[in-house]
């Protein structure tokens, strides 16, 4: 980026920052401290201008959606990524944030059974608390069956780029 490229008015908009004399630059302003001048790497100032040229071309539904996953999720992170997973999200019938809402359960890293295990035990410690369950009993459920058997049937699991995302069938 060249010194006389200005920085997008995102960084404007956003909390508690100004754009300062220099174009790589924001000055931050923190409540509870002093006014400080953190420097952006080119490389970071340009990547955030793609992103932000690419979130603007997308209609107000689809910017709801990916704001919604990028507060619920943590390993989709440029766009192409949220390209592909919005495109996923559609072939299982989710095309706004409202139904994203509604469904999505959680996202987990990794992919395999042992990932649907432990949604099922998170999920039923959640729902049915085995605080007061002795470890005899705590200890023998076999959460991979309890999702085989009951829980596949309420929920979906997909996986994308190596991690595991749960949503509700409904």
């Not at 997008?8 to 409540?31: F, H, I, M, N, Q």
């Not at 989710?94 to 395999?112: H, L, Q, S």
């Not at 998170?122 to 085989?148: G, K, N, Q, S």
Request: hydrophobic residues 30%; contains cysteine.
């Amino acid at each position: 980026m060249s010194p006389t490229t200005s920085l997008p008015d995102s960084y404007k908009r956003e909390a508690g920052c100004e754009p300062s004399p220099r174009s790589d630059t924001l000055r931050v302003t923190c409540p509870h401290m002093y006014t400080h001048m953190t420097t952006l790497s080119p490389a970071f100032v340009a990547s955030s201008v793609r992103f932000e040229r690419w979130y603007d071309s997308k209609d107000a539904d689809t910017q709801e959606l990916i704001d919604e996953i990028a507060e619920s999720t943590s390993f989709i992170i440029d766009e192409a990524e949220y390209d592909a997973f919005i495109d996923e999200l559609k072939d299982e019938g989710i095309t706004n944030a409202e139904e994203f809402c509604d469904r999505f359960r959680g996202e987990w890293e990794g992919v395999g059974d042992h990932v649907t295990t432990k949604f099922t035990e998170e999920w039923c410690e959640e729902v049915y608390p085995t605080d007061d369950m002795p470890d005899l009993y705590r200890c023998a459920i076999d959460f991979e069956l309890v999702w085989y058997q009951s829980l596949r049937y309420d929920f979906y699991d997909m996986e994308f780029k190596g991690n595991t995302y749960f949503f509700n069938r409904y």
